[in-house]
């Protein structure tokens, strides 16, 4: 039975596409649109979790992952 979980991703404009990470477990994909990045973030995760062994997913898989906006004195 499949389960769902939930993961980050960071999806950033980069030349004439964009490029998406998943922070928890170091992934990352692209795409021409940022929905297109996005799911092929998804692929890859999904990818991922069928092909790696359990210790690399353990040893790749961060619990934790904060975001946050920073306020920086320039000048």
Do not use: H, W
Not at 2 to 18: C, H, N, P, S, V
Not at 47 to 67: G, H, K, M, Q
């Amino acid at each position: 039975m499949k389960r769902i979980q939930q993961f980050t991703a960071l999806i950033e404009r980069e030349d004439e596409g964009y490029v998406a990470l998943c922070p928890e477990l170091d992934i990352a994909s692209q795409g021409d649109t940022v929905e297109e990045a996005r799911t092929n973030l998804i692929e890859a995760i999904e990818l991922f979790f069928e092909a790696a062994d359990p210790s690399e997913i353990a040893s790749r898989l961060r619990s934790e992952v904060f975001t946050t906006r920073l306020e920086v004195s320039i000048g």
